[in-house]
């Protein structure tokens, strides 16, 4: 199983979505099946309505350098889930809450290009990427390309399903570095008529 550098704990959201017809739709939103528990590499579908949500657009680049070159060391400078050594990226740990409308930044996780093409594999457009990125996919899970294709599949039904809710998004212990026009967002844009207590922070 995967490895991430965990974040300090944060108090978990209360106020669920006020409108009946969208907390409908935050439950049916689709879980990885126990088939992808023992998945070594997942992959991470972002919303469309928060695409924007990244500290690594929001920080200074200098606070975001030094957040990544310690996730880098505290990874002895090797992916966390193949291992290999060189070049890395560093990774941002979503989670998704569908019963408050939350996404939590769980923490960081340091990649190889090849596992962090994978984790956000739809951004990939050319046919030979893709299909690079399902053969490593599957060569790290220990899969045929047909199962490969399958987890693909699956995490094409959750980016559907996500991609149809507005996400409040909650930056842990990092909230209070960042403007709050952008820790409230749906469709992309910050939220009207929000307020820094409509979302829990440090």
Not at 34 to 45: F, K
Not at 138 to 164: D, F, S, Y
Request: one cysteine or more; aromatic letters at 10%.
């Amino acid at each position: 199983m995967a490895r991430y550098e965990s974040l300090l704990p944060w108090q978990a959201a209360s106020r669920p979505p006020q409108d009946f017809a969208i907390q409908s739709v935050y439950k049916a939103v689709p879980s990885y099946n126990s088939n992808m528990a023992y998945m070594r590499l997942t992959i991470e579908p972002i919303p469309a309505t928060s695409r924007s949500a990244s500290l690594a657009k929001l920080l200074p680049r200098s606070q975001w350098n030094r957040i990544r070159r310690s996730i880098y060391y505290k990874a002895q400078y090797r992916c966390h889930v193949c291992g290999r050594g060189g070049r890395l990226h560093c990774h941002e740990v979503w989670q998704y809450n569908g019963r408050t409308g939350y996404q939590h930044l769980r923490g960081f996780q340091a990649l190889c290009q090849d596992c962090h093409q994978d984790k956000h594999i739809f951004f990939v457009r050319d046919h030979r990427l893709m299909a690079s990125a399902l053969r490593h996919l599957a060569a790290v899970n220990k899969l045929t390309l047909t199962e490969a294709q399958q987890q693909l599949a699956a995490a094409r039904r959750r980016q559907i399903a996500l991609n149809q809710l507005p996400w409040i998004v909650n930056y842990g212990p990092y909230n209070w570095q960042v403007p709050p026009q952008q820790r409230t967002m749906t469709s992309g844009r910050p939220m009207q008529n929000s307020t820094d207590n409509d979302v829990p922070h440090r």
